[in-house]
Structure formats: C-alpha cells, structure tokens
C-alpha cells in the first residue's frame, strides 16, 4: 500500500472523478454532475478525497464537515482495486480530517442493498443505527 497517495481532490480533478463514479460507485445520486460537485468542492475544498495509485484514480470518499455532523459519502473504489487498502487509507483520511476540525462522531451514506459495501463497512468499525430513518425531499426537479 506504500504506493497509495490520497489527497483532497481539486477542480481539475471533477471531470475523472465524475467518470470514475460512473464505474466504481453504487447507485448515482441527485448531485451526480459537474455543478454539484463544484458546488461541493468550492464550499469545503479539502472535503472531496481521492486516493491514486501509480497516479490512477482508485478510490474516492465525500468527508463533509458543516461544524456538527461529520457526514461520509461516495466511498467508492475501483472494482479492480477492492480488498488492497483503498477504502481504509480513504477512510483513515477522512477521520483525520473530521479529528481536527472537532468532529466527534462519523456518519456514512450506505445503500441498505449493497451488502459489499456492509461488509466494509463493519470492518472499518461502522455499525447501522437502527433507530434512524433518512428523511429525503429533492429541491430540484
């Protein structure tokens, strides 16, 4: 794994992250487009990780912060690259980042049908809260 690199992606990074999720992401969402990611990424520029190996996009994970909640979205790895480390070092970035802004707990977006991704998730030490619901109104046709 020594030659893994994440960083916070940049602008001239959206257009291959779009692309990338179209490959390695379960699901699509309503913010999956260049306005929505910008958006993103020129409100809180450290928020969007990638992870690179030998300079190839291999991973990715949203790590939004707003001073409350420290919220985890967009884990995706390339399907070539699952199983090597990529969502540990993307997550172990990502708690990093939400330590030193203050964050005290994580919260992940998880498709309830992607089992794969369950099961990373319980390895990284993430549990379903049973009690909660998430309540959705799309403000955008």
């Known amino acids: 794994m020594s030659d893994l690199r994440t960083r ?8 291959a992250v779009l692309a990338f999720w179209k490959t390695a992401a379960e699901g699509t969402s309503i913010s999956d487009d260049r306005s929505g990611v910008e958006r993103l990424v ?3 520029p450290e928020a969007l990780l990638v992870a690179e190996r030998d ?3 291999v991973g990715t ?9 420290a919220s985890l979205y967009r884990l995706a ?4 690259a699952r199983r090597t480390g990529v969502a540990t070092a993307l997550l172990r970035a990502a708690e990093e980042r939400f330590a030193a802004l203050g964050g005290r707990r994580a919260d992940a977006m998880v498709l309830n049908r992607n089992e794969l ?3 990373a998730w319980h390895a990284a030490g993430y549990a379903p809260q049973p009690e909660w619901s998430r309540w959705v109104k799309p403000l955008t046709d």
């Open 8 to 15: 916070a992606a940049g602008p001239d990074d959206l257009d």
């Open 42 to 44: 020129a409100r809180d």
């Open 55 to 57: 300079g190839e996009l």
């Open 61 to 69: 994970v949203i790590a939004g912060f707003d001073g409350w909640r």
């Open 77 to 80: 790895v390339h399907p070539d």
């Open 117 to 119: 991704a369950h099961l």
